[in-house]
T-cell receptor
Framework: AQSVAQPEDQVNVAEGNPLTVKCTYS??????LFWYVQYPNRGLQFLLK??????LVKGSYGFEAEFNKSQTSFHLKKPSALVSDSALYFC??????????FGTGTRLQVFP | KAGVTQTPRYLIKTRGQQVTLSCSPI?????VSWYQQTPGQGLQFLFE???????NKGNFPGRFSGRQFSNSRSEMNVSTLELGDSALYLC????????????????FGNGTRLTVT
């Protein structure tokens, strides 16, 4: 069965430093991978997706993600973190019934 | 363009009661999906509606049901509420059916927070 794993419940980073939020996936066939962000008391917002093509995907708010087929990973990255990036981040994968399966989420805390 | 609108934002119900949540998708979007979000289980898929038909369903008991109207607005109903139904219920819309519509990612509303006492 298709699934995604986010191994870290929380990631702490200082403002201005690079950040990485990890995601690994398990799918049969070609993966459709997504990242979403959730701010307090809000719904999820789409950040970026990988369907095919370049392994480095650029998205909203300066975020990017690197698709690595051999490691079955799709880590979210940003070169320089902002305090306003503090939020809950979800990785998601399309499953074989064509719905999105979400990871458990990683809380990103950026300290000034 | 207005976003996905969910009403009400907050709801408090008692065990055994039933509840109806409403979702108005972005204009022109025909697919509406519902998710349950809890701290312990994360985001769990409930169902997807497209053109007034349920197209996909998650692993929830029959107490959870939904429907979609001709204007694409959707309602979700939970009967015989249990304490464990306390959660944030999120609705998401998309122009096309299914997650394969990769050019049209899901657009989420701000959710309805249901508390069952």
């Amino acid at each position: 069965a298709q699934s995604v794993a986010q191994p870290e419940d929380q990631v702490n980073v200082a403002e201005g430093n690079p950040l990485t939020v990890k995601c690994t996936y398990s799918v049969s066939g070609n993966p459709y991978l997504f990242w979403y962000v959730q701010y307090p008391n809000r719904g999820l917002q789409f950040l970026l997706k990988y369907i095919t093509g370049d392994n480095l995907v650029k998205g909203s708010y300066g975020f990017e993600a690197e698709f690595n087929k051999s490691q079955t990973s799709f880590h979210l990255k940003k070169p320089s973190a902002l305090v306003s990036d503090s939020a809950l981040y979800f990785c998601a994968v399309r499953d074989d019934t064509d719905k999105l399966i979400f990871g458990t989420g990683t809380r990103l805390q950026v300290f000034p | 363009k207005a976003g996905v609108t969910q009403t009400p934002r907050y709801l408090i119900k008692t065990r055994g009661q039933q509840v109806t949540l409403s979702c108005s998708p972005i204009s022109g979007h025909r697919s509406v999906s519902w998710y349950q979000q809890t701290p312990g289980q994360g985001l769990q898929f409930l169902f997807e509606y497209f053109s007034e038909t349920q197209r996909n369903k998650g692993n929830f008991p029959g107490r959870f049901s939904g429907r979609q109207f001709s204007n694409s607005r959707s309602e979700m109903n939970v009967s015989t509420l249990e304490l464990g139904d306390s959660a944030l219920y999120l609705c998401a819309s998309s122009p096309r059916q299914g997650a394969s519509s990769y050019n049209s990612p899901l657009h989420f509303g701000n959710g309805t927070r249901l508390t069952v006492t």
